[in-house]
T-cell receptor, first 112, second 114 residues
Framework: GAGVSQSPRYKVAKRGQDVALRCDPI?????LFWYQQALGQGPEFLTY????????KSGLPSDRFFAERPEGSVSTLKIQRTQQEDSAVYLCASSQQTGELFFGEGSRLTVL | SQQGEEDPQALSIQEGENATMNCSYKTSINNLQWYRQNSGRGLVHLIL?????REKHSGRLRVTLDTSKKSSSLLITASRAADTASYFC??????????????FGKGTKLSVIP
């Protein structure tokens, strides 16, 4: 596709449910990032992949958060046993190497 | 945690005026980037300035970088209502094994009044 695609755009989950958020990066982009953005705040780094290798996961807030990119293309961010504080917009971005990031529209998660 | 700190947090100007946003950061960087975000949308890259550059222009945008003061500024000239958005600076630091960190500030919310 022409840009980074994220799905679902909106997700409402009951507290305790597991959710999976998908990111389709721009074809050929090596680097893939996940960010979490709370309302009115800047994006907070979660994790970074270079191809299929997860090189940095220092931003994942707890062991309930898990990300994968098994074939170096599509990535999934999984949140287990969701809590209300997980409510946020989850942004995915990809880039060629170390240049500008191309962002998707984000997945807005609301945990009730 | 967020490395950059934008100033001001919010800015309201009349169409046609210039808008200046500042960004301060704490650690060494390889480059600094500015992004724009319209409400409810993803971020869009505006401009990248490398650590050995002092100034860069792109259309109505002018970015400066002072690594000694660990600060950058974004100037939008002749603003338009369509420039209304949040603007974020992002610092980039290359670490070992091919990895790099791109860290955003909290942003400046710009309102351009027609």
């Amino acid at each position: 596709g022409a840009g980074v695609s994220q799905s679902p755009r909106y997700k409402v989950a009951k507290r305790g449910q597991d959710v999976a958020l998908r990111c389709d990066p721009i074809s050929g982009h090596v680097s893939l990032f996940w960010y979490q953005q709370a309302l009115g705040q800047g994006p907070e780094f979660l994790t970074y992949f270079q191809n299929e290798a997860q090189l940095d996961k220092s931003g994942l807030p707890s062991d309930r958060f898990f990300a994968e990119r098994p074939e170096g293309s599509v990535s999934t961010l999984k949140i287990q046993r969701t809590q209300q504080e997980d409510s946020a917009v989850y942004l995915c971005a990809s880039s060629q190497q170390t240049g500008e990031l191309f962002f998707g529209e984000g997945s807005r998660l609301t945990v009730l | 945690s967020q490395q950059g700190e934008e100033d001001p947090q919010a800015l309201s100007i009349q169409e046609g005026e210039n808008a200046t946003m500042n960004c301060s950061y704490k650690t060494s960087i390889n480059n600094l980037q500015w992004y724009r975000q319209n409400s409810g949308r993803g971020l869009v890259h505006l401009i990248l300035i490398r650590s050995n550059e002092r100034e860069k222009h792109s259309g109505r945008l002018r970015v400066t970088l002072d690594t000694s003061k660990k600060s950058s500024s974004l100037l939008i000239t002749a603003s338009r209502a369509a420039d209304t958005a949040s603007y974020f600076c992002a610092t980039v630091l290359y670490s070992g094994a091919g990895s790099y960190q791109l860290t955003f500030g909290k942003g400046t919310k710009l309102s351009v009044i027609p």
